[in-house]
Nanobody
Framework: QVQLVESGGGLVQAGGSLRLSCSASGSIFRIDTMGWYRQAPGKQREVVATINNVGSTRYADSVKGRFTISRNNAKNTVYLQMNSLKPEDTAVYYC???????????????WGKGTLVTVSS
């Protein structure tokens, strides 16, 4: 199995910054994409940012210009630098990995347990 562990969440005032980290471990053969998703109370889970195996990034329109995703392939770790935080960013943030556990295994999505980010006004 593949395990993902997030860290870096917490309480911050509007306009502040946080940096989230996610480290993957287990039977990982190859990673295609890692990313961050979030779910606010009463809302559906949405994609925040993704980065693929060649470094291409994508961002939700709501976070463009404020958030930056990066990864360390050697450590199977992905980061999310969040600046100019708004109360609307309050949510549980989940780490995602799309990869294989073997060359003949299917590409599969794996999820962390989530880390809570709370932005006060």
């Amino acid at each position: 199995q593949v395990q993902l562990v997030e860290s870096g969440g917490g309480l911050v005032q509007a306009g502040g910054s946080l940096r989230l980290s996610c480290s993957a471990s287990g039977s990982i053969f190859r990673i295609d994409t890692m990313g961050w998703y979030r779910q606010a109370p009463g809302k559906q889970r949405e994609v925040v940012a993704t980065i693929n195996n060649v470094g291409s990034t994508r961002y939700a329109d709501s976070v463009k210009g404020r958030f930056t995703i990066s990864r360390n392939n050697a450590k199977n770790t992905v980061y999310l630098q969040m600046n100019s935080l708004k109360p609307e960013d309050t949510a549980v943030y989940y780490c995602n990995l799309n990869g294989q556990t073997g060359i003949l295994r299917p590409w599969t999505d794996y999820w962390g347990k989530g880390t809570l980010v709370t932005v006060s006004s």
